[in-house]
């Protein structure tokens, strides 16, 4: 079909979206059925192509973080900034940008993708750049067992041109360099060995976090590499110099996130921005959406915290002091949660135990309940009505900061019901 037909039938059916409430996916899965190649052609025109930014944990925040060095150096940058990761989602974005001459007015893309999705949309479009952020076990429903998902990433490691940058710390997303075709090359970004024990691959998932394993023998030179870090400040070794940042951003994950996406980006622009400047551009940036979102919702604090698969969770609550907040869990089994919940097992929850958790809420609230009481944490109240829970959450008086951690499903719902307390762009 001619690109003309194919932007104004995606426009009217993204319009009639928008006045029925939202939804990031119909616009681009109508486009999907009438032009299969419409994604994949506009963004060949980008001039500075585009960038494919996967893995496990991490893909909507690293790929903000991506986007906004990148605009600080002066580029005009496309993405999917509401974290709707499979094809159409992208697809729905490009009607909202794009002008009446057919094309993206944008420099560089920058693209949050599924890991099997990422796969159907190397075939169609060409890739520059990729950012491979780790494989952990997610969506066993989905994607079967890890190796299965590190075959995919593996894919889009072997269809990137130019630079494909990898996690040094991950040993199956570390040999994807292995795979690197077209005359690409490999660069790298991690953590300094003593955080090992926080930032743990999926083998060694299970390690508490206060053990410290030996420091690998065989360490790829890296980029980018994660010094140190506190609450909010982070420390990062670049071209053999330290660059400290106090971040916007919250939780121990987006700190390593954040050094995926310097080393992206120094690959990316080169000499075009100093690291310095890269710096001060990090430290500017806020979460994304549901990412550890915080709100104010009558005086008090709350922060919405995504959780998906174990090494998530894990590293969620290892980056908070429980005896500071109260917490809700909300948990929804839908398909883009994974409908496979026997993950929650594979968290320990028992940090929580001293303070216990005010309320689980939906879908598997029962589910949840069960697994915190193997785990000696006490819960106040069971609703699997998100919006009952969510009401009582809020008005139970205990006073403080509180934290909502939320499957994916469970957080777009949330979000929509908050609009009656505060103000909050709607994304999904």
Not at 27 to 35: F, R, S, Y
Not at 225 to 237: I, K
Not at 357 to 380: F, S, W
Request: some cysteine; proline content about 4%.
């Amino acid at each position: 079909m001619h690109r003309k037909y194919t932007i104004i039938i995606g426009k009217t059916v993204k319009k009639l979206a928008n006045l029925r409430g939202g939804g990031t996916a119909l616009p681009g899965l109508v486009v999907e059925k009438i032009d299969r190649g419409f994604v994949g052609e506009l963004l060949a025109e980008l001039p500075k192509g585009v960038i494919v930014v996967s893995g496990t944990n991490g893909k909507t925040t690293t790929t903000k973080i991506v986007s906004e060095l990148l605009g600080a150096a002066g580029l005009k940058v496309f993405t999917n900034k509401t974290g709707s990761n499979f094809v159409r989602g992208i697809a729905s974005a490009i009607l909202g940008e794009v002008g009446k001459n057919g094309k993206l007015p944008h420099d560089i893309a920058v693209l949050e993708l599924d890991e099997a999705h990422a796969v159907q949309f190397i075939k169609n479009a060409p890739v520059q750049y990729s950012l491979i952020l780790n494989v952990m076990r997610d969506q066993l429903d989905r994607f079967g067992e890890i190796d299965y998902t590190a075959g995919l990433l593996q894919k889009v490691a072997a269809a990137t041109q130019k630079t494909v940058v990898l996690n040094r710390d991950d040993p199956r997303v570390s040999a994807l360099a292995t795979s690197l075709a077209n005359g690409a090359s490999a660069q790298y970004f991690g953590a300094d060995p003593t955080l090992h024990g926080v930032f743990v691959n999926d083998d060694k998932l299970h390690q508490s976090t206060s053990e410290q394993p030996l420091p690998p023998t065989d360490l790829r030179p890296a980029l980018v590499e994660l010094a140190s870090f506190n609450e909010h400040t982070a420390v990062f070794h670049m071209d053999d110099k330290l660059y400290e940042v106090r971040m916007q951003l919250s939780g121990v994950y987006n700190f390593l996130n954040a050094a995926g996406a310097l080393a992206l980006c120094k690959s990316v622009l080169g000499t075009d921005i100093s690291n310095e400047q890269l710096i001060t551009a990090l430290g500017t940036i806020q979460p994304a959406f549901g990412r550890g979102e915080t709100l104010v919702i009558n005086g008090n604090e709350l922060e919405l915290v995504l959780v998906k698969n174990p090494a998530g969770f894990r590293l969620a609550l290892a980056s908070f002091n429980p005896a500071e907040t109260s917490a809700m869990i909300a948990i929804n089994d839908m398909y883009a949660d994974g409908r496979d919940m026997s993950w929650l097992w594979d968290v320990d929850f028992s940090s929580l135990k001293d303070v216990g958790v005010q309320a689980v809420t939906g879908v598997r609230a029962y589910d949840m309940a069960l697994r915190l009481k193997y785990d000696n944490v006490e819960t106040v109240s069971v609703e699997p009505d998100l919006k009952l829970a969510l009401d009582a959450f809020l008005m139970s008086g205990v006073p403080g900061k509180k934290r909502i951690f939320c499957t994916y499903t469970a957080m777009l719902k949330l979000r929509r019901l908050l609009r009656k307390y505060t103000k909050l762009e709607i994304m999904g």
